[in-house]
Nanobody, 120 residues
Framework: VQLQASGGGLVQAGGSLRLSCLAS????????VGWYRQPPGKQRELVAT???????AYADSVQGRFTISRDIAKNTVILQMHSLKPEDTAVYYC???????????????WGQGTLVTVSS
């Protein structure tokens, strides 16, 4: 599976951005799709995720401001971000947790990352 993220950029605090992740290639099954981010000088952290069953989870820091959604027909995962804060500044990565072939274990697939910069 190849993941292509887009939609990052520079925005003022309080603004909005929409990140998209397009998946291509084949995979046996998907357990979850989501977004992670890595702020400058910090470790990568979970932002939001959707399981194959449709369960959604958000980091506490983005709850109520970010919305994750998926378009299965278009192989796309969207992260809509509102009320952005300077602390949301990070490289955002889309992620797929899936099984590449029948009988294999679950592995992580990562996009190339897209930079979101929120100015104060």
């Amino acid at each position: 599976v190849q993941l292509q993220a887009s939609g990052g950029g520079l925005v003022q605090a309080g603004g909005s951005l929409r990140l998209s992740c397009l998946a291509s290639g084949s995979i046996f099954s998907i357990n979850a799709v989501g977004w992670y981010r890595q702020p400058p000088g910090k470790q990568r952290e979970l932002v939001a995720t959707i399981t194959s069953g449709g369960n959604i989870a958000y980091a506490d820091s983005v709850q109520g401001r970010f919305t994750i959604s998926r378009d299965i027909a278009k192989n796309t995962v969207i992260l809509q971000m509102h009320s952005l804060k300077p602390e949301d500044t990070a490289v955002y990565y889309c992620n797929v947790k899936g099984v590449p072939y029948r009988g294999y274990g679950t592995r992580d697939y990562w996009g190339q990352g897209t930079l979101v910069t929120v100015s104060s």
